[in-house]
Structures are given as C-alpha cells and as structure tokens.
C-alpha cells in the first residue's frame, strides 16, 4: 500500500480565527501585536490553501503553524477539505502541529 505524505507549513494559521474559538475572522486586518496581523480575507487565504491541499490529495498532512485549537483545524477541515480528513493535535497556545488523516484508509491510527 502507499500513502502520499505531505506537510504544510501555513504561517500563523491562529490569525484565521477568532482569538479562542472555532470561529473564523470576519474583520478588516488590523495589527494585533507581536503575532502579525489577521489575513484581510480570511475566506479566499482559506480557499487557496484548500486548493492546495486538494490538488496534492495527501492521505496523511503534516499542519505546522496551524491554529492553536484542535476545534479551529476540525473546523478548516470541515469547511474548506469537504471534511475528508481526521484531525489528530498536540494543541498549544499560539501555534499547534496537527495531523489530518483520511478517512477511511486502510490503517489504524491512535494519538
């Protein structure tokens, strides 16, 4: 059997997100401190890197600088990857490593 592997590095992916929530920020970009500043449309940097991802179709992807919450990647998943993909996470304040996995596939995977 072969998988497709694949990390994506996505740069302060938490700015996507209402500070805390599964939300996606809705507001003009506005400087927000040491952490950069939130993308000024959040829903078309979304899309791009879903386009990315879905023109690759890894069966397993490597998140670096993703969201800090496990809820905030579901909810990128869910929205943007058609929700074909489990969300494994070792959550961190402001930048979290995560691990989608396609569902489905023939293996057995625990955190």
Not at 44 to 61: E, H, Q, S
Request: aromatic share 10%; net charge positive; hydrophobic share 35%.
């Amino acid at each position: 059997m072969e998988l497709k592997l694949m990390s994506y590095n996505l740069e302060w992916m938490a700015n996507f997100f209402v500070t805390g929530k599964a939300e996606f920020y809705q507001g003009k970009s506005r400087y927000t401190g040491r952490y950069g500043r939130k993308p000024k449309d959040v829903q078309m940097v979304c899309r791009k890197i879903a386009g990315v991802i879905n023109d690759i179709d890894p069966d397993i992807l490597g998140i670096q600088e993703g969201p800090p919450k496990i809820s905030q990647m579901k909810l990128f998943v869910k929205e943007y990857l058609d929700d074909k993909y489990d969300v494994y996470s070792m959550e961190h304040t402001r930048q979290s490593i995560h691990a989608l996995v396609k569902k489905n596939l023939p293996i057995q995977v625990t955190q």
